[in-house]
């Protein structure tokens, strides 16, 4: 890979995820907190917020894709992507990330999952959406300006 095709981003948001589910149910074993919410209650919400974010990841996938990108944050995107659920956030695969830890705290009744969703939208936030963002106003200029004015960040 040349030093075009790369962001300066090494940071892979899904490993992080990763981390933090470990690190949460971690912490969880020697020291429980629990949700308080009854089974009845945590499964199927919990479940909810699993399935949703899941479900979701195709059609951003799909709609880079269309864009000739790849998801990939370490590489330079080949074309802005502003349709399907990126006309109403510019990071919903990560928005999906969190709700899906949340989820995941949810239903095991483990408040570490959910609270480590806080460090981990941190460093995406930090580490590689302000980064993105950069790249994706130093590749498309203008065209990304204006969308950037047009949708929102986050939610």
């Known amino acids: 890979m040349d030093r ?4 300066g981003i090494r940071i892979i ?23 308080g919410l009854p089974a009845v209650v945590r499964w ?3 479940l909810v917020l699993i399935v949703a974010p899941l479900a979701a990841m195709p059609s951003v996938f ?4 269309r864009a000739g990108s790849e998801y ?10 502003t349709e399907g659920l990126f006309r109403f956030s510019r990071n919903p695969g990560y928005i999906a990330s969190i709700i ?9 009744n483990n408040m570490w999952l959910i ?18 963002e950069a790249v994706l106003e130093h590749v498309f200029g203008q065209e990304y300006l204006e969308y950037k004015q047009h949708v929102r960040r986050w939610i």
Do not use: C, N
């Not at 948001?13 to 949700?35: C, E, N």
């Not at 799909?62 to 894709?65: D, G, L, V």
């Not at 990939?72 to 992507?81: A, C, E, I, S, Y």
């Open 4 to 7: 075009e095709s790369r962001t």
């Open 13 to 35: 948001p899904p490993v992080i995820l990763l981390a933090a589910v470990v690190i949460g149910s971690l912490i969880d074993w020697p020291v429980p907190i629990h949700t």
């Open 44 to 46: 199927p919400l919990g």
């Open 62 to 65: 799909a709609a880079f894709r």
């Open 72 to 81: 990939d944050t370490r590489k330079v995107p080949q074309g802005l992507v």
């Open 100 to 108: 899906l830890g949340v989820g995941l705290g949810i239903a095991f």
């Open 115 to 132: 609270a480590m969703m806080v460090p981990y939208a941190i460093i995406v936030h930090t580490a590689v959406v302000l980064k993105e």
